[in-house]
Nanobody, 122 residues
Framework: QVQLVESGGGLVQPGGSLRLSCAAS????????IGWFRQAPGKEREGVSS????????YYADSVKGRFTISRDNAKNTAYLQMNSLKPEDTAVYYC???????????????WGQGTQVTVSS
């Protein structure tokens, strides 16, 4: 059974940091591109960042560029999203996904986690 499990979300003040983790079981992440997505209440899902199988090419949405860093540790079958300088507009449920193509379109991802809530508020 394939599972992606996100963790690391929570409540943080503006300007703070969080590190999200995405732990995979039932599949070998080495063979998959990883994407991070988010969805705020009343808004469409947004592609935040993605990373290739090798960890080389990466993509960031303009809204997070310079503040978020995506990474992966294939030996641990885990991917990460380091989020710095958080803003209230970053508040959303964050999802990780595994797919065959480096993309920020959710259509290219086959496996999804259940999501973790990130709330940025003072």
């Amino acid at each position: 059974q394939v599972q992606l499990v996100e963790s690391g979300g929570g409540l943080v003040q503006p300007g703070g940091s969080l590190r999200l983790s995405c732990a995979a079981s039932g599949l070998t992440l080495d063979y998959y591109a990883i994407g991070w997505f988010r969805q705020a209440p009343g808004k469409e899902r947004e592609g935040v960042s993605s990373i290739s199988t090798s960890g080389g090419p990466v993509y960031y949405a303009d809204s997070v560029k310079g503040r978020f860093t995506i990474s992966r540790d294939n030996a641990k079958n885990t991917a990460y999203l380091q989020m710095n300088s958080l803003k209230p507009e970053d508040t959303a449920v964050y999802y990780c996904a595994a797919g065959s193509t480096l993309s920020i379109s959710g259509d290219h991802y086959s496996y999804w986690g259940q999501g973790t809530q990130v709330t940025v508020s003072s």
